[in-house]
């Protein structure tokens, strides 16, 4: 299982809980209030309820059931109908490796989390849900830029070999947009769009509008490509 990037680190706030998938893991990623982040199962070993609608308490994550705390190491210290009870060390959630880089959260469910290399000066734009799959969604962005002068250059500086990470090109043919391409569904992809520092603030909303219009479309090729033929 490789890194993936599941989300934009500015999305994920101190005090912050947020839900990701990927393949059959489904996470639940928080922040303490302290900043140190955490990438767990998404079920409480208690009942199961998903710790996704739990809530911070300080540098602990509570079940939003039954309120049981874990601390940053998993390790559940405090369950409120029992507040004199030392909780076993085993009542844990699984732990999967995360880390910050160049403004991305990365996760690896089965080794050490390793980001990719990216180019520098990019900012965190967007993340954006594509019910379409990651082949649909790489040809549509890289098609749809090579029409829009305004903002790239329209050429693709680069797309890795599993075509999971796309840079274009701007106007003045540096590295304009990054984006991260991540698949937690067979017909579901998730973008993650950075920005050059030095797009205008305008030009950040006209990217921004672009890739929804891309996601769009990338959906009505999926749609018109899944519709069955009439038997004749």
């Known amino acids: 299982m490789t890194t993936e990037p599941i989300g934009l680190a500015q999305d994920l706030a101190p005090k912050g809980v947020m839900r990701a998938q990927i393949g059959h893991a489904d996470m639940a990623i928080w922040r303490s209030t302290s900043g140190v982040i955490s990438?767990?199962?998404?079920?409480?070993?208690h009942r199961g309820m998903r710790l996704s609608h739990g809530f911070v308490r300080g540098e602990s994550l509570a079940c939003a059931y039954h309120g049981w705390h874990y601390d940053c190491d998993a390790k559940c210290h405090y369950i409120p109908a029992h507040p004199e009870l030392e909780p076993p060390s085993t009542i844990r959630p699984a732990i999967y490796s995360v880390v910050e880089?160049?403004?991305i959260i990365w996760v690896n469910t089965?080794?050490?989390?390793?980001?990719?290399?990216?180019?520098?000066?990019?900012?965190?734009l967007r993340t954006i849900t594509m019910q379409c799959d990651l082949s649909?969604?790489?040809?549509?962005?890289?098609?749809?830029?090579?029409?829009n002068a305004a903002l790239f250059n329209g050429s693709v500086?680069?797309?890795?070999?599993?075509?999971?990470?796309l840079s274009?090109?701007?106007p003045n043919g540096t590295d304009g947009i990054c984006i991260l391409f991540q698949q937690p569904l067979a017909q579901s992809t998730v973008i993650h769009v950075l920005a050059h520092d030095s797009y205008s603030q305008n030009e950040l909303i006209a990217i921004s509008r672009?890739?929804?219009?891309?996601?769009?479309?990338?959906?009505?090729i999926m749609q018109s490509s899944n519709k069955v033929e009439p038997a004749k």
């Not at 990438?39 to 070993?45: K, L, M, T, V």
């Not at 790489?138 to 029409?147: L, R």
């Not at 672009?210 to 009505?220: D, G, K, N, P």
């Open 101 to 103: 880089k160049a403004g």
């Open 136 to 147: 649909t969604a790489a040809h549509a962005i890289a098609s749809a830029a090579q029409t």
């Open 210 to 220: 672009w890739c929804e219009s891309v996601r769009r479309e990338a959906e009505r």
């Open 39 to 45: 990438a767990w199962e998404n079920r409480c070993p």
């Open 157 to 165: 500086n680069d797309i890795n070999s599993d075509q999971t990470i």
């Open 110 to 124: 089965a080794g050490t989390a390793t980001p990719a290399e990216l180019p520098d000066r990019l900012l965190g």
């Open 168 to 170: 274009l090109a701007n």
